[in-house]
């Protein structure tokens, strides 16, 4: 029986003048591009840019909705209320299903970006905020949070399909959660060391921590970044590994 996997990539994370990572060479390597919505990056532009480019390499499309807040690329924690989380969703949620709309494509799924996406991971009530959202803008788009969170939990409790994510480059707490990217070691930067920790999470459902500790984890779907100094070859290399194992990529659809 053949396995199945999607690699996802955040993308169109440029903005005005200023562009970011390899959009246009990683996206013949990935099966699904999570498209900065115009909060911690992305402008009309950029956005409808990356659609076309996602539509032309039929590659699934999503939104990467984050912090309205450019100057620190969505990764610092703003104290927002639930409602306002919410609201902050629909909007960009909107603002990517309008390019959809014109280029007679679909949207497929939703993927919080940074802090957002971290704060969602442990705050039940961010994460029901984000699910709420996602079903009311529609209920047919498919929620990626990270394996064992508070937002995959708040999602299917509210009725959406989630796809638990894992992180290819990142390093794991003992409590499941992602090494904060302010500390030592969490980032896995040799290539050959992410290739294996994303096989043992495909074939043995599970992660070493950085204590060391063995923890269980569901991957549906594995995001790579691509804009590290070594990103293409990264995920050439991680395809490889994977087809050698046994596993295709393809994107999840409802």
């Known amino acids: 029986m053949h396995k199945y996997i999607d690699l996802n990539c955040d993308m169109g994370e440029g903005f005005g003048a200023y562009s970011f990572g390899g959009d246009e060479e990683i996206i013949k ?13 992305g402008d009309p532009h950029v956005m409808n840019k990356t659609v076309e480019l996602a539509k032309a390499y039929n590659v699934c499309i999503g ?22 989380i919410y609201q902050m969703v629909v909007f960009q949620l909107g603002s990517i299903q309008a390019f959809c709309t014109v280029h007679q494509v679909s949207l497929n799924h939703v993927k919080p970006h ?12 961010a994460a029901v905020a984000i699910a709420r959202a996602i079903y009311d803008v529609d209920p047919q788009l498919i929620l990626y949070g990270l394996a064992g969170s508070e937002l995959v939990k708040a999602g299917r409790h509210i009725g959406l399909q989630v796809a638990s994510e894992v992180f290819a480059d990142r390093t794991y707490q003992a409590d499941g959660t992602l090494t904060p990217r302010s500390n030592d070691g969490a ?6 060391k992410a290739a294996d920790q994303v ?15 063995i923890i269980p984890i569901e991957a549906d779907t594995v995001c790579v970044h691509g804009d590290g100094p070594h990103a293409i070859d990264f995920v050439k290399k991680l395809r490889q590994v994977l087809k050698e194992q046994g596993t295709h990529i393809k994107g999840l659809s409802y």
Do not use: Q, W
């Not at 390597?29 to 990056?41: K, L, Q």
């Not at 999470?201 to 070493?208: H, S």
């Open 29 to 41: 390597y990935i099966s699904s591009a999570n498209i900065a919505c115009g909060g911690h990056a």
């Open 63 to 84: 939104a990467h909705p984050g912090f309205p807040d450019l100057a620190g690329f969505g990764r610092r924690l703003i104290s927002y209320t639930n409602k306002e």
């Open 114 to 125: 940074g802090a957002l996406y971290n704060m969602a991971a442990n705050n039940r009530g």
């Open 187 to 192: 980032l896995i930067v040799d290539n050959e």
């Open 199 to 213: 096989k043992r999470m495909i074939d043995k459902g599970e992660v070493f921590a950085v204590t060391g500790e």
